[in-house]
């Protein structure tokens, strides 16, 4: 009850401070004829859009400067991987899902009700931290910008419902100084980030505090940081134990032998499509086998429909019915083993038997994934699943959403690179839990 108080304390001081900023602009555009109101916030929205560039530049030109989070698996029967990184003054770290599906970077804030799912980890409070801020709504990385219009409310706040393909998540959208690194001595504090601070979720993020969106749109980590590129290593998703780093700034480059890249389709003007990362898929072979997938099946619509993207929040990669049949047909075509329902336990389509539950599964040759002008070969480990005595296709058929979804089952021990101005993604095999 204390907290609420304090909060309620704090939402109202800087509800307050806002509407002094607003006012001094306001009695200045009063005492000046010619700049009309709605050119004072295009202004404040130029300054906050500045705001936000001159983080950029500092990040990309302090000799290289890295922001790195570990992440690793959630949970053991979860399918997500988790990030850790700090927020507040003193900095509190907690766990968040990564995920390049989405924007919106959140954690549950304090004063929490029922509304709130059991977290990993102790809760934000705003009011034990000297960084906090209520988002204004006209600010460029505020999703209720365009809501807002040209002159919203002095001192207005964002309220914000997020969904996603599971859960959402509401609150108000906030500004912290959020700290980066899992030593002192690569620790980054970067001001100024817009987050969201929720109060109420659904009770789908567990083994998580949060999320942090890592997509193309504003409000997204990897563009507020102007971080140009980043790059992750998804460790084995049997393994909860073992880290790797999601790094964001120039040192996420891959250095090595055996890197293939690949350039990302333009993704559609209409969100949440504009979010996304697409990807060239042109074909899928099972060994050396080129499966007949028609030429097009990947091919992104006008209507913004259809297409292939790659996303770390989901677990299950989904192919265009098209597509699936044929990956299903080799499959099953090259295990002997009896087909079993497996749609119980596993949610997936396509499962075999094994004579005992501690059986090895047979041995099978690795699927390919043509991407335009890079091929990505999958161990039978990144497209097969083990569940108690079934062994299951971990690939399901897109019936639900717009498009196909690469998933982060089949991008286990692969190390990736988003190159945001090239427009490119780079991949190569690797063991992402020693790197
Ligand atoms: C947010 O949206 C979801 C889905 O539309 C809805 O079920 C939920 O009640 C909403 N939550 C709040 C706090 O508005
Ligand atoms: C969340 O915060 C908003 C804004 O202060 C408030 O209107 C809403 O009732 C809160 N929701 C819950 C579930 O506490
Ligand atoms: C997730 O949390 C809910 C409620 O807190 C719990 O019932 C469920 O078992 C949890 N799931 C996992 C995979 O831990
Ligand atoms: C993973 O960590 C848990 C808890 O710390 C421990 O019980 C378990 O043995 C570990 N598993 C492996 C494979 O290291
Ligand atoms: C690649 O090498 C550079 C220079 O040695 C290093 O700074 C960077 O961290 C390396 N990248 C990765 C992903 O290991
Ligand atoms: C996808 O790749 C193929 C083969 O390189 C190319 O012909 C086609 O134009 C590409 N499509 C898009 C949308 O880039
Ligand atoms: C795939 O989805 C289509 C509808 O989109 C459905 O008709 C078909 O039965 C599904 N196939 C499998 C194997 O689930």
Redesign the pocket.
């Known amino acids: 009850m204390a907290s609420l108080a304090v909060l309620l304390l704090i939402l109202s001081a800087a509800r307050a401070s806002n509407a002094a900023a607003v006012r001094v602009g306001l009695t200045r555009v009063h005492s000046n004829p010619d700049v009309s109101a709605t050119e004072f916030v295009r202004g404040a929205l130029r300054r906050d859009m500045h705001r936000h560039a001159r983080f950029a530049r500092e990040l990309a030109s302090s000799g290289g400067r890295t922001v790195a989070a570990p992440t690793r698996k959630d949970?053991?029967?979860?399918g997500e991987y988790i990030m850790t990184l700090s927020i507040g003054t003193p900095p509190l770290s907690y766990p968040a899902i990564a995920d390049t599906g989405s924007d919106l970077i959140w954690t549950q804030c304090a004063p929490c009700g029922s509304q709130c799912?059991?977290q990993a980890g102790q809760l934000y409070n705003p009011s034990s931290s000297t960084t906090f801020g209520v988002l204004p709504c006209a600010s460029s990385v505020s999703m209720c910008a365009a809501l807002a219009g040209p002159s919203p409310p002095p001192g207005c706040s964002c309220m914000y419902n997020q969904t996603y393909g599971t859960g959402w998540t509401a609150g108000i959208q906030s500004v912290e100084t959020f700290t980066f690194g899992s030593t002192p001595a690569d620790q980054t504090r970067v001001p100024g980030i817009a987050f969201g601070c929720s109060n109420a979720s659904s009770?789908?993020?567990?083994?998580s505090a949060g999320l942090v969106g890592l997509g193309r749109g504003s409000m997204s980590l990897v563009s507020q940081l102007g971080a140009g590129m980043f790059s992750y290593c998804l460790t084995p998703f049997q393994n909860a134990n073992s880290t790797s780093m999601l790094l964001l700034g120039p040192s996420a480059a891959l250095n090595g032998t055996g890197v293939r890249t690949t350039p990302f389709v333009a993704s559609p003007s209409k969100a949440p499509m504009s979010t996304y990362y697409y990807l060239n898929l042109t074909g899928i072979s099972v060994g050396t086998t080129a499966l007949s997938i028609p030429p097009n099946a990947f091919a992104l619509r006008a209507d913004g429909t259809g297409g292939l993207i790659i996303d770390s929040g989901t677990t299950i990669t989904s192919l265009v019915d098209a597509a699936y049949q044929q990956v299903r047909a080799a499959i099953k075509s090259l295990v002997t083993l009896p087909v079993a329902d497996g749609s119980d336990s596993t949610g997936l389509d396509l499962c075999f038997a094994l004579t005992s539950e501690t059986s090895t599964p047979p041995s099978m040759p690795s699927m390919t994934l043509h991407f335009d002008g890079a091929d990505m070969v999958l161990p039978v480990e990144n497209y097969m699943i083990l569940g108690s005595g079934v062994w299951c296709l971990a690939m399901r058929n897109q019936t639900i959403g717009a498009m196909s979804t690469l998933g982060n089952y089949q991008q286990q021990n692969v190390h990736l690179l988003y190159d945001i101005h090239k427009e490119t993604l780079s991949f190569a095999p690797a063991k992402c839990s020693t790197l």
């Open positions: 949970l053991p029967n979860g799912f059991k009770d789908d993020w567990n083994g």
